[in-house]
């Protein structure tokens, strides 16, 4: 998908330029550094995770396709052992993890690294879904979807 394509997306969701909901920051993102860090694995909300949440949190993108599919894009903790899926994950990519958003269709949970890449961890295993936003919601709402493994250290 094109940039204006993917804008388009997510103008239908809420989204405009400049958009910041700073004001609501801190409990989106202690909501999850408080669970995770009950479960024995903390995370930490660097840059990369604080900037996506500040401009997309709280939107809700509606994926094509039958059964429906939306992807939530709030920080999210979804099962127990989350945190142990999210620090196992973390360790093969040698990268710093914060989950980002959720899938409602099966849970699966959204992830960002430290560099800003995306990564879906399902119940199938977890998948790559590109080094930036735009190719992240591309993927999510086109696919491919390419397996994590092939960025482990």
């Known amino acids: 998908m094109t940039a204006e394509a993917v804008e388009a997306v997510l103008t239908v969701a809420g989204w405009s330029r400049g958009r910041d909901i700073g004001a609501e920051l801190p409990g989106l993102l202690r909501f999850v550094t408080d669970r995770f860090a009950e479960e024995g694995h903390p995370v930490e909300p660097f840059q990369a995770a604080q900037d996506f949440v ?10 094509p396709g039958t059964p429906p599919v939306a992807i939530g894009f709030t920080p999210h903790w979804i099962y127990e052992e989350s945190g142990e899926d999210v620090a196992e994950l973390a360790q093969n990519l040698g990268r710093r993890l914060f989950p980002v958003g959720y899938e409602t269709f099966d849970g699966a949970m959204l992830l960002i690294d430290d560099t800003g890449r995306f990564f879906l961890m399902h119940h199938t295993g977890p998948y790559y879904l590109g080094t930036n936003t735009y190719e992240a919601i591309s993927c999510l709402l086109r696919g491919p979807q390419q397996e994590a493994r092939d960025y482990f250290v």
């Open 54 to 63: 500040r401009e997309f949190g709280g939107l809700r993108l509606e994926i």
